[in-house]
């Protein structure tokens, strides 16, 4: 099977644009996890989609938003981008049930904010 | 708050020696814990997980061992080699979110010959 595919793989925006990263999951997968990873913070939870449901958040502003479509690929949006969103923003994807909680990344999305 | 705590921050080990990572965790509601693998502008890989009815876990040389009184795991890898130089993250999470995974600050290990 693929793997997980993220695009783009590099991005530079400038202060106060918005951004879409896009996330294809490992076919069959139902649950799409996103993460961001700075030297800082580490790897944080984002968000989680599962059939085109947000069904986990974590404790982001609102300006990071995300959706899931009925093919199961998700993309994420950050609007007004800030200084500090530069990061390594990486997908997940994993079947979402009790028994299948393995989560398999993406090679990720390094965002620069100029 | 950090809910995994992650030690050390950086290990060097050589090559045929054994690699220990210690995590320890705070809620006692984790039921999941798995350990990645991520090389530089590489997403992690999943290397290996337990659930805390098993005490430890194997697989080829990675080993994940599980305390759950003390709220302890540790991943040990035997016969270190250079190709194992990477950065690892112990993770944790629970049956209601199991999604969001908790990750420790990260191990930088380094195999050298």
């Known amino acids: 099977k693929a793997g997980v595919t993220q695009t783009p793989r590099y991005l530079i925006k400038t202060r106060g644009q918005q951004v879409t990263l896009s996330c294809s999951p490992i076919s069959g997968h139902r649950s799409v996890s996103w993460y961001q990873q700075t030297p800082g913070q580490g790897l944080q939870f984002l968000f989680e989609y599962f059939s085109e449901t947000q069904r986990n958040k974590g404790n982001f502003p609102g300006r990071f938003s995300g959706r899931q479509f009925s093919n199961s690929r998700s993309e994420m949006n950050v609007s007004t981008l800030e200084l500090g969103d530069s990061a390594l923003y990486l997908c997940?994807?994993?079947?979402?049930?009790?028994?299948?909680?393995?989560?398999?990344f993406g090679p990720g999305t390094r965002l620069l904010v100029l | 708050q950090q809910q995994v705590k992650q030690s050390p921050q950086s290990l060097i080990v050589q090559k045929g020696g054994i690699s220990i990572i210690n995590c320890a965790y705070e809620n006692t509601a984790f039921d999941y814990f798995p350990w990645y693998q991520q090389f530089p502008g590489k997403g992690p890989a999943l290397l290996i997980a337990?659930?805390?009815?098993?005490s430890e876990k194997k697989e080829g040389r990675f080993t994940i061992s599980f305390n759950k009184s003390a709220k302890q795991f540790s991943l040990h890898i035997m016969d270190s080699q250079p190709g194992d130089s990477a950065t690892y993250f112990c993770a944790a999470s629970r049956t209601g979110t199991a999604s969001k995974l908790t990750f420790g600050t990260g191990t930088r290990l380094q195999v050298t010959l």
């Open positions: 337990i659930r805390p009815d098993v």
């Open positions: 997940a994807s994993s079947l979402g049930s009790t028994s299948g909680r393995a989560q398999y």
